[in-house]
């Protein structure tokens, strides 16, 4: 049998970052390496699966409970894109063995080092095996360690026969990343009647409730004139923009929030004197105030356009995803099966709402109510990411045990 470290190396070593500027599904062809990849794994391990042309894996293991005996199909899903925030090619992972609580230097870039100062939650690992990034990419651990875990739980199935279990439904998605995940997931067809994402961070989390969330995508167009004959007549749309951006609570963006606290924040400027582009996402666990936030950014827009005339500034303001809580809360037994099965594993739960999103979220709207378990990973998406292959193992173990709790 594979060891899970070695199966997690083998999938960060493929690029598989997502593009939010693509129309395509998947948003990048390279995602589909992996994807492949998994497909063939998956039926090498005697699973019945599936690539759709949309990048969907989905495979099925049949129930092995006596005539009779019936259980609710249950499903696990991960995604394998890499977010667009940094690079995800050519990873080099380190390998920290027996991690002794100190500072951890990051080999590709000198002086670069991962910190129990700045990041104390590295102090709860001590004595593990950590895995980080060399400093010049990301690691991949949102989401290839969920994949490699659900995996790893795979093929323990296929080498245990003996071991119970009902209907079990394996998804690796596209896109997540970029809020497209499951856009064109068939619900029906992966057939499942509950499910989980493994897309967690820190040992020991469960999620039920996330962010609402939204994309805005503002045009400011400006009026270049030569800057010596400027007065009264140019309109700096770089200028604009950041007032524009000055209008919205500066309490508000994602460095001074936590909790529940929702907020605005700006993940791009670019442009010229003439026409510049701002980009926001915009998040709130409250519907209301997600809605409220929404109503500020377009009082914003009409005020640039009162102060500077019509069509200055235009938004483009999309629904990404919504708070799946209340699609989970009528099915809340599935939130108790996870907390029973992290207690299985000697994991302590710990219930919090995610600050962020996930592809459950979408398909319990679709009418696949889907919890998030924990994979292990911590600072998602950039240079400082890292997992203990201990958290990895465990997140496995969470996975055979939900697996064991439904076959009862």
Request: net charge negative; aromatic share 8%; charged share 25%.
């Amino acid at each position: 049998m594979e060891a899970i470290l070695d199966r997690f190396l083998r999938y960060v070593a493929v690029d598989t970052q997502s593009d939010e500027n693509s129309e395509s599904q998947p948003s990048t062809a390279k995602q589909l390496e992996l994807l492949r990849l998994l497909r063939d794994e998956l039926r090498a391990l005697g699973v019945a699966a599936e690539l759709d042309e949309f990048g969907y894996v989905m495979g099925r293991i049949p129930s092995n409970l006596p005539a009779g005996r019936k259980a609710p199909a249950i499903g696990f899903i991960a995604h394998v894109d890499t977010s667009p925030d940094a690079s995800g090619a050519g990873v080099k992972p380190q390998i920290v063995k027996d991690y002794d609580g100190g500072d951890i230097a990051l080999a590709g870039v000198p002086g670069l080092v991962l910190s129990p100062s700045e990041f104390p939650e590295l102090l709860a690992h001590k004595g593990e095996t950590l895995v980080t990034t060399d400093g010049t990419t990301l690691l991949g651990a949102d989401d290839k360690a969920g994949v490699a875990e659900i995996m790893d739980a795979v093929q323990y199935l296929a080498a245990h026969p003996e071991f119970p279990h009902g209907d079990i439904c394996i998804g690796f998605t596209p896109d997540e990343e970029i809020g497209r995940g499951v856009v064109k997931f068939d619900v029906a067809r992966f057939g499942a009647d509950y499910a989980y994402t493994v897309d967690g961070g820190e040992v020991g989390e469960l999620e039920f409730e996330n962010f609402n969330a939204a994309s805005a995508k503002i045009h400011i167009q400006g009026r270049n004139v030569h800057p010596g004959y400027a007065k009264g007549k140019m309109r700096n749309a770089l200028h604009i923009a950041t007032e524009l951006d000055a209008l919205l609570p500066a309490e508000q963006r994602p460095e001074r929030t936590e909790g529940y606290e929702g907020f605005f924040h700006l993940i791009s400027l670019s442009g010229t004197v003439e026409e510049a582009d701002i980009a926001y996402i915009i998040r709130d666990h409250d519907r209301t105030l997600f809605e409220r936030k929404k109503e500020v950014m377009a009082q914003c827009v009409d005020f640039i356009n009162a102060r500077y005339g019509a069509g200055t500034a235009t938004a483009d303001v999309r629904d990404s995803y919504y708070n799946m809580r209340e699609q989970v809360e009528p099915h809340y037994h599935i939130v108790e099966k996870a907390v029973r099965a992290m207690e299985m594993a000697g994991v302590q739960p710990h219930i919090q709402p995610i600050r962020g999103g996930t592809d459950g979220a979408n398909l319990s709207f679709k009418g696949l109510p889907c919890p998030n378990i924990f994979a292990g990973g911590l600072n998602f998406h950039g240079k400082m990411e890292w997992v203990p292959v201990q958290s990895m193992e465990k997140a496995s173990r969470v996975i055979l045990n939900l697996i064991s709790l439904y076959a009862e």
